[in-house]
């Protein structure tokens, strides 16, 4: 799992996310030696890579699959990705910083604006820009406003024709057909190589900038979406209220090798072999307890988000709680709380509250 910017409290000062830092000095390069000298130096490369295209076309797929590990939720449902993400890879040859961002899309609700801003920003920001186009998709008008943006960018765009695992190979030569004849692409090249020169943005252990709040929002999210269709999708929201890290005793009789030798509170003495390793006597282990609210915008969608009898709720939270442990390591208590925020989608107070959850 991603090594996350550290988890800020609810009650910090809420700021709207900043763009990505691009902070190359003029003089932060490396220094300008003769032709010869600088033709034996190992060149380091560094830059941003924007990752585009219209909502599902797997975007956030190709930058896990990229990094290695699960930076981004993914879901089979549209405009999954709300607030763009960096993935950073770093190796001994350059620093490639991928933008996840949301699927360009017209925007109608303030939410949507705010996602194609994301957009808009990374366009500006990045070095290299990857379109991401869906193979089983037909080109239709989606697919030309995408077009549109792009031409008003100067940085390189290169095509990225995905899911070419479920078409057939005779349709993909159409489609290169069809976009070298709409864009002038740049041509295929590792993608390292055409950064500018410069030394590393991040540390190398940064893989993320998001926090593990905003982690672990979007993983309850990603849970929600697995489970709901039509509108539900586009109106539901995870807020996490608060994340609080306790030590707490973990002694149960069933943790004992030999059930009913050892007195409930624990062994007297020594240690016992556990799954997760040993545990002394009087010693703790860490639980953390995270409150999430789930918004949606009327009642019903409140209903169908509960289900029956709790049952999806239920299934999201322990689906949710299951992959924020693997992340931390230790012991979670999942509480969700769902709440109706009429047009949540076209409040600036909410979208602040959401956006501010990444740190
Ligand atoms: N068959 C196949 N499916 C893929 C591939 N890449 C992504 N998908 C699926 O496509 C769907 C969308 O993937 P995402 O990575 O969420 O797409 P996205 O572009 O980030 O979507 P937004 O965030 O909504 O813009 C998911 O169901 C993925 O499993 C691929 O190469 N092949
Ligand atoms: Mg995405």
Redesign the pocket.
């Given at each position: 799992m991603p090594r996350t910017a550290k988890t800020k409290t609810p009650d910090e000062k809420v700021a709207k996310p900043a763009a990505p830092k691009k902070t190359r000095a003029k003089t932060a390069g490396p220094k300008k030696t003769g032709p010869k000298k600088a033709a034996l130096k190992p060149v380091f490369k560094t830059g941003y890579v924007a990752l585009v295209?219209r909502?599902?076309?797997?975007?956030?797929?190709?930058l896990n699959a990229l990094l290695g590990q699960k930076v981004a939720i993914?879901?089979?449902k549209?405009?999954?990705?709300r607030i763009s993400i960096l993935g950073i890879k770093t190796t001994d040859k350059g620093q490639t910083v991928f933008i996840?961002n949301?699927?360009i899309h017209k925007p109608l609700h303030s939410l949507n604006k705010r996602m194609m801003n994301f957009v808009y920003s990374s366009l500006e920001t990045s070095d290299v820009v990857c379109l991401?186009v869906d193979a089983t998709e037909k080109f239709g008008h989606g697919d030309e406003f995408v077009l549109e943006t792009l031409r008003k960018v100067k940085t390189p765009v290169f095509l990225l024709i995905?899911?070419v695992?479920?078409v057939r190979k005779d349709k993909v030569l159409p489609i290169i057909d069809r976009y070298k004849d709409l864009f002038l692409f740049r041509e295929i090249i590792p993608l390292t190589e055409i950064l500018p020169e410069a030394p590393k943005l991040y540390s190398d252990e940064e893989i993320s900038d998001q926090s593990e709040r905003f982690l672990f929002a979007e993983i309850v999210r990603e849970k929600i979406l697995k489970y709901v269709t039509e509108e539900l999708p586009f109106v539901t929201a995870v807020y996490i209220e608060t994340i609080e890290k306790k030590e707490q005793a973990d002694w149960k009789k069933r943790d004992c090798p030999q059930s009913g030798a050892v007195p409930l509170e624990g062994p007297r003495s020594g240690t016992v072999p556990l799954e997760d390793g040993g545990i002394k006597f009087g010693e703790t282990r860490p639980v953390t307890l995270i409150r999430a609210s789930i918004f949606v915008e009327k009642d019903n969608h409140r209903k169908i988000v509960i289900g029956r009898h709790g049952s999806l709720i239920k299934q999201v939270g322990i689906e949710a709680r299951r992959e924020i442990e693997e992340h931390l390591g230790h012991k979670v208590y999942l509480e969700l709380h769902v709440k109706v925020r009429e047009r949540w989608r076209d409040s600036e107070d909410v979208l602040d509250l959401i956006e501010g959850q990444k740190g």
């Open positions: 295209g909502p599902n076309t797997g975007k956030s797929t190709l993914v879901s089979d549209p405009q999954t990705t996840d949301p699927g991401l995905n899911k695992d479920v």
